[in-house]
């Protein structure tokens, strides 16, 4: 079975401050990883994802996240957060068999101006 | 971009009433989802499909039915609506083909059962 745990619901930063979300996943074979946002009201939109290859992947807006096998992690960070980067932030896992794709519970992101 | 359309986008319905939900897609994806997401629980898969005539079920299907008549359409029927599935629901589609690629989402239905 596959999972996505993102075990902060709610992170406050300052503007400027860097930002680190976390995402721990549950699965056998080699994971097809993503991280998603929502704004108000939207549907969700890719910041960036990761097959193989560079464990580092850059996204939009300055975002990038690390993949660790090791620790079945893939933290997503940003140097200088933004006002307008507050949102929910989702991680997400995709079975390279089945293609199906799970979300984590979500990561609640406001930044203080 | 993939367009992922879903209506209707807001829908009120009765306890016991049949629901239909829609979803259409303009990129030829092969696979398509039905997720809803609440408060605490984030996003749930509820149905999902390989290709026309195919359905396949998600981490929660109870009181949920998909239908996928062709390549671009898939709906989630709900038979016998009731307020606890009050939600927000999110149609979204995605490629087989390549092996490292994302899903596109629709805007979302907010569907209220009374």
């Known amino acids: 079975a596959q999972s996505v745990t993102q075990p902060d619901a709610r992170v406050t930063v300052s503007e400027g401050a860097s930002l680190q979300l976390r995402c721990k996943y549950s699965?056998?074979?080699?994971?097809?990883l993503f991280w998603y946002v929502q704004y108000p009201r939207q549907g969700l939109q890719l910041l960036l994802k990761?097959?193989?290859?560079?464990?580092v992947v850059q996204g939009v807006n300055s975002f990038e996240a690390e993949f660790s096998k090791s620790n079945s992690s893939f933290h997503l960070q940003k140097a200088s957060v933004h006002w307008s980067d507050s949102a929910v932030y989702f991680c997400?896992?995709?079975?390279?068999?089945?293609?199906?794709?799970?979300f984590g519970t979500g990561t609640r992101l406001q930044v203080l101006p | 971009e993939a367009a992922v359309t879903q209506s209707p986008r807001n829908k009120v319905a009765v306890t016991g009433g049949k629901v239909t939900l829609s979803c259409n897609q303009t990129?030829?994806?092969?696979?398509m989802y039905w997720y809803r997401q609440d408060t605490g629980h984030g996003l749930r898969l509820i149905h999902y499909?390989?290709?026309?005539?195919?359905?396949e079920k998600g981490d929660i299907p109870d009181g949920y039915k998909a239908s996928r008549p062709s390549q671009e359409n898939f709906s989630l029927i709900l038979e016998l609506a009731t307020p606890s599935q009050t939600s927000v629901y999110f149609c979204?589609?995605?490629?087989?083909?390549?092996?490292?690629?994302?899903?596109?989402f629709g805007k979302g239905t907010r569907l209220t059962v009374v």
């Open positions: 990761y097959y193989s290859g560079d464990p």
């Open positions: 499909s390989y290709g026309a005539g195919s359905t």
């Open positions: 997400a896992l995709r079975s390279s068999n089945t293609n199906k794709v799970v």
């Open positions: 699965y056998s074979a080699t994971p097809y």
């Open positions: 979204a589609s995605g490629d087989a083909r390549g092996a490292n690629t994302e899903v596109f």
């Open positions: 990129n030829n994806h092969n696979n």
